[in-house]
């Protein structure tokens, strides 16, 4: 069982930066694509990146690209999220999570879930 953990979450001023950390173990995360996914507070859960195996092709959701970028460390297992240009609306739980093969598709599920970092943005 893969295992995910989250961290990096915090309160941030609209305009700020910020960088989530993923580090996983439990399984060959050079094996995996990776990505994440968000859920404001009463929305639905809704994808934001995803990165390949290698972290040569990346995939972002329109609500995020050009100021959100997601990239991954192999040697240290780890996935991270650099956000700039954050708004309220980046307000959310961030979730890491892996799917069962090298590259992102958008018509499969992800495999594995962690349990997710807060991003606050204050206006």
């Known amino acids: 069982q893969v295992q995910l953990v989250e961290s990096g979450g915090r309160l941030v001023q609209a305009g700020g930066s910020l960088r989530l950390s993923c580090a996983a173990s439990g399984g060959t995360f050079s094996n995996y694509a990776m990505g994440w996914f968000r859920q404001a507070p009463g929305k639905e859960r809704e994808f934001a990146a995803a990165?390949?195996?290698?972290?040569?092709?990346?995939n972002y959701a329109d609500s995020v690209k050009g100021r959100f970028t997601i990239s991954r460390d192999n040697t240290k297992n780890t996935l991270y999220l650099q956000m700039d240009s954050l708004k309220p609306e980046d307000t959310a739980v961030y979730y890491c999570v892996h799917w069962w093969g090298l590259a992102y598709y958008s018509d499969y599920n992800p495999a594995n879930w962690g349990q997710g970092t807060q991003v606050t943005v204050s206006s």
């Open positions: 990165i390949n195996w290698s972290g040569t092709s990346t």
